[in-house]
Every structure is written in C-alpha cells, then in structure tokens.
C-alpha cells in the first residue's frame, strides 16, 4: 500500500513508505531502540572543523556546520603536551600541544543542550569538534 499510513490510537507513527512501517501500540520498547541505535550512529562525530569564540579564555560561542552555537557551561579542560623527546610515529616531529573542552552547548534557546568537545591545536590555532 502507497501513500502515507498511520497507526491511530496511543500514538502517532506515520509512515509515507507502507502500513508495515507502522508500529502497533505496545511496541514502544522496540521503537525507542531504534531511535536510540539511529541517534547514537548520527551523535559520533570526530574532529569536524569549526570556528570558535573565546571570552575570558573560555569557549563563548562557536559556529559547527554552519550553525551558531551558545556554550551554555564548560564541563571540564585538559591539555595534552608533548612528551620530552617523544618520536610521532610515522617518523614526524611531536605532536603539538591541544586543549580539550567539554562543553554544553545549544544551537536555539528552545532546544535541549547537548555535550560537545572542543579542541584546539596549540601551534596552529585550528579548532575541531568533536562528539560521542
């Protein structure tokens, strides 16, 4: 069956695919599962450029595929140095410096906060995002 069917009752799952795509009432637990397994493939990001706002040393605010975000607290901050005469495998020198911050930021004041690492690398100045 083509066009958009929805199951009518405790909830409201709509599918434009076909009625099988429907969840009857009662299988809450599986759909959740899904959500869960869907939002958790789309949360692990790693090392995604993004511009960043300093005030008081501290991440403000910073701008992730095309986005502005407001950090609303800074969770925790770590520096990784480099070791004392520490070979890079791969035969490179060593590897820079990096200030992590754990953040929680939102994009709207309406939306919920989510968590979000900020890294910056020390001898250049670039910043990544990152989330798990």
């Known amino acids: 069956m083509t066009g958009i069917a929805c199951w009518q009752g405790e909830t409201n799952v709509c599918s434009?695919?076909?009625e099988a795509a429907c969840l009857p009432l009662g299988s809450r637990r599986h759909w959740?599962?899904?959500?869960?397994r869907e939002s958790s493939r789309l949360r692990r990001i790693r090392g995604?450029?993004?511009?960043?706002w300093l005030r008081h040393?501290?991440?403000?605010?910073?701008?992730?595929?095309?986005?502005?975000?407001v950090v609303l607290f800074v969770r925790d901050?770590?520096?990784?140095?480099?070791?004392?005469?520490?070979d890079v495998p791969g035969g490179g020198d060593q590897a820079p410096a990096q200030e992590?911050?754990?953040v929680e930021a939102t994009a709207q004041q309406a939306t919920t906060a989510a968590t979000y690492e900020l890294?910056?690398?020390?001898?250049?100045?670039?910043?990544?995002?990152?989330r798990n």
Do not use: H, I
Not at 32 to 36: E, F, I, L, Y
Not at 48 to 52: A, D, M, R, Y
Not at 58 to 69: D, H, I, K, S
């Open 57 to 69: 040393g501290r991440p403000a605010r910073f701008v992730w595929r095309g986005r502005l975000y």
């Open 32 to 36: 959740a599962g899904a959500a869960t």
């Open 16 to 18: 434009s695919e076909s």
């Open 77 to 86: 901050k770590r520096v990784t140095r480099p070791l004392p005469g520490g």
């Open 119 to 130: 890294c910056q690398e020390m001898s250049t100045g670039r910043w990544t995002l990152s």
């Open 100 to 102: 992590y911050w754990l």
């Open 48 to 52: 995604e450029p993004v511009q960043v």
